[in-house]
């Protein structure tokens, strides 16, 4: 992170709008493109905030809605199962290596249902107690991988995909 980068953190937390946009006026523009990509670079390696992560991945598969959380794995009980079940929500999966959207899978949430079952029984093995509920509920491609409704909706073109061989990534010719 650039001493530039974190004077911009800097001002925008501290300075008034105008004087925020005007800092960036003093500035070349390809001072501000370099600016531009570390803040955007920094936001989607960020651990802790999957919102532009989130956001190519409903850009890119072309959904209406945002992805706000309410669908997520976290915080689930026997009832949210159920109810999840019923409705077969489509759950999108999306694979970053270093910032760069490698892939992102469609499938219906049914294909879940065993992973989901087995970590609710292992956690709430009598059913659903009043704020007892699963934290979080974890899987892989493994668990959906067969799922005979899985559709790759995106994948890096495989020539890109190539830099990333390191973390054994396969490339998926379509």
């Given at each position: 992170?650039?001493?530039?980068?974190?004077?911009?953190?800097?001002?925008?937390?501290?300075?008034?709008?105008?004087?925020?946009?005007?800092?960036?006026?003093?500035?070349?523009?390809?001072?501000?493109?370099?600016?531009?990509?570390?803040?955007?670079?920094?936001?989607?390696?960020?651990?802790?905030?999957?919102?532009?992560?989130?956001?190519?991945?409903?850009?890119?598969?072309?959904?209406?809605?945002?992805?706000?959380?309410?669908?997520?794995?976290?915080?689930?009980?026997?009832?949210?199962?159920?109810?999840?079940?019923?409705?077969?929500?489509?759950?999108?999966?999306?694979?970053?290596?270093?910032?760069?959207?490698?892939?992102?899978?469609?499938?219906?949430?049914g294909c879940l249902k065993n992973r989901i079952r087995?970590?609710?029984?292992?956690?709430?093995?009598?059913?659903?107690?009043?704020?007892?509920?699963?934290?979080?509920?974890?899987?892989?491609?493994?668990?959906?991988?067969?799922?005979?409704?899985?559709?790759?909706?995106?994948?890096?073109?495989?020539?890109?995909?190539?830099?990333?061989?390191?973390?054994?990534?396969?490339?998926q010719k379509t």
């Amino acid at each position: 992170m650039s001493v530039e980068f974190q004077e911009m953190v800097k001002r925008y937390a501290t300075k008034s709008s105008d004087e925020f946009v005007g800092w960036f006026a003093e500035h070349p523009k390809a001072s501000v493109i370099a600016l531009l990509t570390d803040l955007i670079t920094t936001y989607m390696n960020d651990p802790n905030s999957s919102y532009l992560r989130e956001l190519a991945v409903v850009s890119i598969s072309q959904r209406i809605r945002r992805l706000n959380g309410r669908e997520s794995f976290n915080d689930h009980t026997w009832a949210r199962f159920e109810k999840d079940l019923k409705e077969n929500l489509n759950v999108l999966t999306a694979g970053f290596i270093e910032s760069k959207l490698i892939s992102i899978n469609e499938f219906p949430f049914g294909c879940l249902k065993n992973r989901i079952r087995e970590v609710l029984e292992k956690h709430l093995p009598t059913g659903n107690f009043p704020s007892r509920y699963v934290r979080s509920v974890s899987f892989f491609f493994k668990h959906y991988r067969d799922c005979p409704k899985l559709r790759t909706l995106y994948s890096l073109p495989c020539p890109e995909l190539s830099r990333f061989e390191r973390y054994n990534y396969p490339c998926q010719k379509t």
